[in-house]
């Protein structure tokens, strides 16, 4: 199986981890993925898979699997939720088909996308991940890593030819390398929730598969889901913490006071932008959440960090396009990805009725004018390098 000395080892069974290990499986290496939990993430995780990450997975031979675990996006809407509930704006996805084979989104909650992975994976070659096991430290011999496992009955060590620190925020192989983090602009705290039904109307109002609503409190995003209705809130922690988490309040601003929908699923979490000053040392490397944390726009954090996997897994069989990979990618998302992340964050929570105005403004005329529409859904789609 393997074409290399030493199997490549990935700390962690995420998104990122799995891309990355079905992407090296596929080309002939043996990878081995050690997560540390007992089985994979099931809460609530991202939704949103843009067209870049569909043509990987297609890539890598999984796209139908996923497709039929989610549902299609084909615009977005922007609504103004007071007491009386406008459209702003309904931007076409389609617009984007002369750039990409897939001008859509996809709804499908993390933990789907991981099934399907990992199914794929443990096709390939059974045993690949293993549960219960964590990489607990590691030494760069220059032409292996030893890398030391504790789990799986009992602590070993195993020779890699490279270690892929795919281990998330809080990333143990990030600490133990004593990576610096550069915090960037942009830090939040959001609420997601989801309601069973997958319900076509809200309000009384006709309302699309992604809607961002701008309601009294700030902006809540609407997803429908295969099978049910995620939304995501910001929260303030010093002004609106506590009655946006109370499930009643979210429901009356969102779904009506009179809907008596239960909210489930319930988790608050803040994120604070940030990208370690570097993703490689050695023949240890960073990818995903454990080098670059992304305000949760549109799927940004979860898309970025599979396409750093899938990239990854064609740049390691040829060690010289290492270094390219991490210079590139690092310098797309200081550069590029974070800045987009921040403008629509700020775009989506504009403060002050000059720049709400604004805001409105410029939503209102996307409808009349088709080059500025496809020039939103692009950036709004990690596809704006192929204008």
């Known amino acids: 199986m393997t074409t290399d000395r030493y199997p490549i080892v990935v700390a962690g069974a995420g998104p990122v981890g799995l891309a990355l290990a079905l992407g090296l499986l596929r080309q002939g290496f ?69 750039v990409s084979a897939y001008p859509w989104r996809l709804h499908c909650t993390q933990p789907d996308l991981c099934a399907v992975l990992h199914e794929a994976v443990e096709r390939e070659l059974p045993g690949t991940v293993q549960l219960g096991s964590r990489v607990s430290g590691f030494i760069d011999r220059g032409d292996y890593v030893e890398v030391q496992v504790e789990g799986g009955g009992r602590p070993r060590t195993v020779r890699a030819s490279w270690l892929c620190g ?78 946006t988490r109370d499930p009643e309040a979210v429901a009356r601003i969102v779904f009506g006071a009179d809907s008596g929908v239960e909210l489930r699923n319930r988790a608050v979490y803040t994120v604070q932008q940030q990208v370690a000053t570097t993703w490689r040392q050695g023949r240890v490397l960073l990818l995903g959440d454990a080098a670059h944390a992304t305000l949760p726009v549109s799927g940004t954090a979860m898309n970025t960090g599979i396409l750093d996997g899938f990239l990854l897994a064609q740049a390691l069989p040829h060690e010289a396009r290492v270094e390219q990979w991490e210079r590139e990618r690092r310098t797309e998302l200081e550069g590029r990805v974070d800045a987009n992340a921040l403008a629509a964050h700020r775009f989506l929570t504009a403060d002050g009725w000059i720049a709400r105005k604004n805001r409105r403004d410029y939503l209102t005329a996307l409808g009349r004018n088709p080059t500025a529409a496809r020039a939103h859904a692009l950036r709004a789609s990690l596809l704006e390098d192929r204008t």
């Open 166 to 243: 795919a281990d998330g925020a809080q990333s143990a192989v990030r600490k133990r390398l004593d990576t610096p983090v550069r915090q960037l602009a942009g830090v939040d705290t959001f609420l997601t929730c989801e309601v069973a039904t997958p319900m076509h109307q809200l309000r009384g109002v006709e309302i699309g598969d992604a809607a961002f609503l701008f309601t009294a409190l700030g902006p809540a995003l609407f997803m429908r889901m295969a099978d049910c209705v995620r939304v995501l809130m910001l929260v303030d922690p010093e002004e609106g913490t506590a009655s």
């Open 30 to 98: 043996a990878v081995l993925v050690f997560e540390r939990r007992t089985r994979l993430a099931t809460d609530p995780r991202a939704t949103t898979i843009q067209p870049p990450v569909l043509e990987a997975l297609a890539d890598l031979g999984v796209l139908g699997a996923v497709d039929a675990r989610g549902r299609r996006v084909t615009s977005l809407q922007y609504w103004d939720w007071g007491s009386e509930r406008e459209l702003l704006a309904n931007v076409p996805l389609n617009a984007m088909r002369d």
